[in-house]
Protein backbone atom coordinates (compact mmCIF):
# COMPACT_ATOMS: atom_id res chain seq x y z
CA UNK A 1 0.00 0.00 0.00
CA UNK A 2 1.54 3.25 -0.90
CA UNK A 3 1.07 6.07 1.72
CA UNK A 4 -0.25 9.43 0.88
CA UNK A 5 -1.68 12.84 2.81
CA UNK A 6 -5.17 13.32 0.85
CA UNK A 7 -5.46 16.70 -0.74
CA UNK A 8 -1.70 17.32 -0.73
CA UNK A 9 0.28 17.51 -4.14
CA UNK A 10 2.37 14.78 -4.80
CA UNK A 11 5.81 16.71 -4.50
CA UNK A 12 4.33 18.15 -0.92
CA UNK A 13 3.61 14.27 0.26
CA UNK A 14 7.25 13.51 -0.96
CA UNK A 15 8.87 16.04 1.65
CA UNK A 16 6.34 14.96 4.47
CA UNK A 17 7.36 11.25 4.20
CA UNK A 18 10.82 12.12 4.10
CA UNK A 19 10.69 14.41 7.08
CA UNK A 20 8.93 11.42 8.81
CA UNK A 21 11.09 9.15 7.83
CA UNK A 22 14.52 11.32 8.51
CA UNK A 23 12.90 11.43 12.23
CA UNK A 24 12.41 7.76 12.72
CA UNK A 25 8.78 7.07 12.03
CA UNK A 26 7.10 5.31 9.84
CA UNK A 27 3.82 4.87 8.38
CA UNK A 28 1.32 2.44 9.24
CA UNK A 29 -1.59 1.55 7.08
CA UNK A 30 -4.11 0.17 10.06
CA UNK A 31 -4.20 -0.15 14.04
CA UNK A 32 -6.44 -2.30 16.13
CA UNK A 33 -7.03 -1.20 20.00
CA UNK A 34 -9.28 -1.93 22.81
CA UNK A 35 -10.07 1.02 24.68
CA UNK A 36 -13.09 0.84 27.60
CA UNK A 37 -13.65 -2.86 26.78
CA UNK A 38 -14.37 -2.03 23.27
CA UNK A 39 -12.30 -2.78 20.07
CA UNK A 40 -11.73 -0.22 17.77
CA UNK A 41 -9.85 -0.79 14.02
CA UNK A 42 -8.48 2.56 12.66
CA UNK A 43 -7.59 2.02 8.61
CA UNK A 44 -5.66 4.84 6.65
CA UNK A 45 -8.92 5.95 4.36
CA UNK A 46 -12.15 4.70 6.30
CA UNK A 47 -13.63 5.36 9.54
CA UNK A 48 -12.94 4.43 13.09
CA UNK A 49 -14.66 1.08 13.60
CA UNK A 50 -15.68 -0.30 16.86
CA UNK A 51 -16.89 -3.45 18.20
CA UNK A 52 -18.72 -3.23 21.59
CA UNK A 53 -18.55 -5.91 24.20
CA UNK A 54 -21.27 -8.19 23.94
CA UNK A 55 -24.28 -7.88 27.06
CA UNK A 56 -27.13 -9.81 28.64
CA UNK A 57 -30.64 -9.60 27.27
CA UNK A 58 -31.16 -6.21 28.63
CA UNK A 59 -27.94 -4.70 27.99
CA UNK A 60 -26.85 -6.31 31.14
CA UNK A 61 -22.85 -7.08 32.49
CA UNK A 62 -21.49 -10.27 30.96
CA UNK A 63 -17.81 -10.96 32.70
CA UNK A 64 -15.44 -12.32 30.15
CA UNK A 65 -18.06 -12.01 27.39
CA UNK A 66 -16.13 -11.00 23.76
CA UNK A 67 -16.97 -8.69 21.35
CA UNK A 68 -19.88 -8.32 18.98
CA UNK A 69 -19.59 -9.52 15.19
CA UNK A 70 -20.59 -6.19 14.06
CA UNK A 71 -18.85 -2.63 14.07
CA UNK A 72 -20.44 0.43 14.50
CA UNK A 73 -18.41 3.39 12.34
CA UNK A 74 -17.48 6.41 15.02
CA UNK A 75 -15.67 9.57 14.37
CA UNK A 76 -14.44 10.54 11.15
CA UNK A 77 -12.47 9.32 7.86
CA UNK A 78 -8.76 8.90 8.64
CA UNK A 79 -6.24 10.43 7.04
CA UNK A 80 -3.01 9.46 8.63
CA UNK A 81 -1.72 6.65 11.22
CA UNK A 82 2.00 7.30 12.28
CA UNK A 83 4.60 5.27 14.75
CA UNK A 84 6.46 7.61 16.34
CA UNK A 85 8.17 4.61 18.64
CA UNK A 86 6.60 6.08 21.67
CA UNK A 87 4.12 4.50 24.37
Keep these: ?46 ERQEYRRKTGPRGGYIKNAGHVGWAVSTGSTVLLIVNTGTV
Excluded: C, D
Excluded at 9 to 26: S, T, V
Excluded at 39 to 46: F, H
Design 1 to 46: MRFFVPRAPPEKNAKIWQELAAAGHRAVHAVTYEHEGSKLTVTVGK
